[in-house]
């Protein structure tokens, strides 16, 4: 586990494989109502040369989204889980 430094003095605690991922973005503390988020900001350029504010991206999404993108299950895998399932209750309520 490793730390990524916020603002105002908090830290966010990563996986190892997940460091470098995050770590190349400058991320700070924002408040929400009951709880601290990392968050950065995405910025884009306009064509006079200024730039300006585009959208907040939370780390935790982040996370979630290179997770999922590790294995993302084929149609098969998931037409299996579904018979699975399917044939788990099955055999729970005594049909099979």
């Known amino acids: 586990m490793k730390k990524i430094k916020l603002t105002k003095g908090l830290e966010a605690i990563v996986d190892d494989d997940m460091f470098e991922e995050l770590n190349q973005w400058k ?18 350029k306009l064509p006079n040369g200024r730039w300006r504010h585009k959208k907040l991206v939370h780390m935790h999404r982040e996370v979630k989204r290179c997770l999922t ?14 018979r699975f399932l399917s044939a788990n209750r099955i055999n729970a309520f005594g049909l099979l």
């Open 27 to 44: 991320w700070y503390a924002r408040k929400g109502r009951y709880t601290w988020y990392a968050t950065r900001k995405v910025m884009e």
């Open 69 to 82: 993108s590790i294995h993302k299950p084929t149609i098969a895998e998931l037409l299996m889980r579904c």
